[in-house]
């Protein structure tokens, strides 16, 4: 079976995060969520997978060029974003058998076989994952009849006017017969045209209710919820199981005598963790970290080559990339990046 991810976005939300990264790629857990989700397919009997890509298209291809996934990667590149109708529709040439479609910014214990095998026993055209949120109004909000089947389908109705908590959970199949009915070479959004086009049509779309765990990484503050739910066992990822195990990494880590570690934490490699320094609980090193004496960092993300100064406090905080804090500095739920003058507060 083939799959498609849909990775163009320019992850707007995100920011600052995605000023350098394009959304797909950012972090979990110490990996690209890109290639989790990619990963997470050979599982499943898919074989081959297009990204269909925009926004930072070179650096998502060059992640990948020397990373063997497990499945074979396709690249479909739009000179301008197609939305996410015109980017499958720009992927037409490589399916013409039944194929899986994905939103790149989605963490999720979705069944891909019992998803498969659902679809096939409704014979459905289209089957649409859905989920349950408390705020369906920022989502595409699904009602669904007796028998399982969409009836209407309304991308980000006004809030008050969702028909169904149920939402899009951003991963369908699809018959290759609907590619037909998408019009080529321009911007349509699957949600707000083709979906409710189809249902105009009479074309069957099964929802499909299954997982327990869904969260879109679409903001700062759901990637940093994201982070808790792993420490805290909620959302499992397959290399760290944090009820078993409190402390992931530390590979060439050198850790001063007097400085404490709290689990759960995740450390990347090479860390450098100065004296009476506390880390933790529910902390991200990345890679090369670096930190002077008597700093506090807790339920905080930091992404590879980040140091900081002496008498630093990092809480409820993601700092991105080569960042470097300067002693005394205290940063308090905030998004702090190399550009932002001013930390955004999450
Ligand atoms: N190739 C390409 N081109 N990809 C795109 C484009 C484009 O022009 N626009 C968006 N994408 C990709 C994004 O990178 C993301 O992976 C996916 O399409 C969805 O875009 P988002 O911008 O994240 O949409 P959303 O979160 O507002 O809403 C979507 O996801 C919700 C679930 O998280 C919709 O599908 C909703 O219906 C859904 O409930
Ligand atoms: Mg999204």
Redesign the pocket.
Known sequence: MKALF????KGTRLRPLTDHLP??MVPVMGRPLLERNVEALKNCGVDEVVL???YRADDIEKHFSNRNCGVKLRYVC?DI????G??IKNCRDYFDDTFLIF????VCNIDLNDLIRFHRKKHADVTIAATRVENPSN??VIETDDFGFATTFT?KPKPGEEKSDF????VYIFEPKVLDLIASNRVVSV?KETFPALLKSGYRIAVYRGGSYWI?I?TPEKYMQVHRDIFSGLCCVPENDFLQNHIYGAEGAQIHGTARIVGPVWFGRNVRIGANVTVGPNVVLGDGFESGRGCVIRNSILWNGVSVGSGVSIIKSVITSGCHMPSGIQCVNTVYSQESKRPFVI
Do not use: Q, V, W
């Not at 849909?6 to 976005?9: S, Y």
């Not at 939402?167 to 951003?170: H, K, L, M, T, V």
């Open positions: 849909l990775a163009g976005g959304k797909p269909s890509t925009c739009e974003p197609l939305g996410t015109g980017a939103n790149s910014d989605i989502y595409g991308e939402i899009n959970a951003g949600e879109d679409g």
